[in-house]
């Protein structure tokens, strides 16, 4: 029994190696069947992504986002009815209340085209859960952050994606029809 096991976590590790190569990823490797790899974004620059052979499963933990500042009980029932409908991976929180994404697959099901869907579904769900999750849990620190740029005529480029927070915001400096700088 215990060769078998040997045998799947062997296995398990050679087809992340061959996954993460085939993807153009170079991971770190903290221990033999540990791999972190950064997976590039469009709304999140990156995502930092852990991939674990254990004695049974291949576990996957991706950080998304740091606890939020505000409204947690709008961002926990978000990533809860975002669950629905994920696939593999699962939203979860850390003992700090940070964001994460985890998952884990039995050994015996780990191929190359496993873990590629897998580290798609992570980035796809960081990706399109970003803007979101930091408008529900850090709309004051953009509006302040906006303030901040505003006043010292800092790019406001990154930012865009909010322009709708400020706007609505009562009191707030009417700059529609200003552009962000690009």
């Not at 579904?121 to 960081?126: F, I, K, R, T």
Request: some cysteine; glycine content about 8%.
């Amino acid at each position: 029994m215990g060769g078998d096991r040997e045998g799947l976590k062997a296995a398990a590790r050679a087809a992340v190696l061959d996954a993460l190569a085939d993807a153009g990823l170079e991971p770190e490797r903290p221990d033999e069947g540990s791999f972190v790899v950064r997976l590039p974004g469009e709304h999140k620059l990156w995502t930092t992504c852990s991939l674990v052979v254990g004695d049974h499963t291949l576990s996957l933990n991706a950080f998304v986002a740091r606890r939020p500042d505000e409204n947690h009980e709008g961002v926990y029932r978000w990533l809860l009815e975002r669950n629905t409908r994920l696939g593999s991976l699962a939203f979860a929180l850390d003992r700090l209340g940070d964001v994460y994404l985890v998952g884990r697959l039995p050994l015996a099901q780990i191929t190359p085209a496993v873990v590629d869907q897998l580290l798609g579904e992570a980035v796809a769900a960081s990706d399109s859960s970003f803007d979101q999750l930091l408008e529900l849990g850090f709309a004051s620190a953009i509006r302040r952050e906006w303030e901040w740029r505003t006043a010292r005529g800092e790019s406001l480029a990154n930012l865009a994606a909010f322009r709708h927070l400020i706007e609505r915001t009562p009191g707030a400096h009417d700059e529609s029809s200003d552009e962000a700088p690009k």
